[in-house]
């Protein structure tokens, strides 16, 4: 599955926008693998942001950003995106791009916002908003 590298964290202003990329070994999109993007603040768990099936489009949100972030793919580049609009304090974190094997049987697991399907995690980037 090869190894990911996200990009595209910074600092930005509560009610701003910010675009997150996730660069994949190009395995990671011709075996129906899940890409995933979670994300960790200080003192608290991992928690799911967003995911989605390479295959099929499907797209999966968290509760508390729904409506505000967006995960796309773009296959030509071997590239998955999140688009964070309308950030709030509680998004500062890092940022992980992940990758789950298998993918339509992660769906059928209801797993695809559970972080232990995960085998292949980037090495993160900063989200910082402030208020």
């Known amino acids: 599955q090869g190894s990911l590298v996200e990009s595209g964290g910074g600092s930005v202003q509560a009610g701003g926008t910010l675009t997150l990329s996730c660069a994949a070994a190009?395995?990671?999109?011709?075996?129906?693998?899940?890409m995933g993007w979670f994300r960790q603040a200080p003192q608290k768990a991992r928690e799911a942001v967003a995911a989605?099936?390479?295959?099929?489009?499907?797209?999966y949100y968290a509760d508390s950003v729904k409506g505000r972030f967006t995960i796309s793919q773009d296959n030509d580049r071997n590239t998955v995106v999140l688009q964070m609009h309308n950030l709030v304090s509680d998004d500062t974190a890092i940022y992980y791009c992940?990758?789950?094997?298998?993918?339509?049987?992660?769906?059928?697991?209801?797993?695809?916002?559970?972080?232990?399907?995960?085998?292949?995690w980037g090495q993160g980037t900063q989200v910082t908003v402030s208020s």
């Open positions: 190009s395995g990671a999109f011709s075996h129906g693998y899940c």
């Open positions: 989605t099936n390479l295959v099929n489009g499907r797209t």
């Open positions: 992940a990758a789950a094997p298998r993918c339509f049987m992660v769906e059928a697991s209801g797993g695809v916002l559970d972080g232990s399907y995960y085998k292949a």
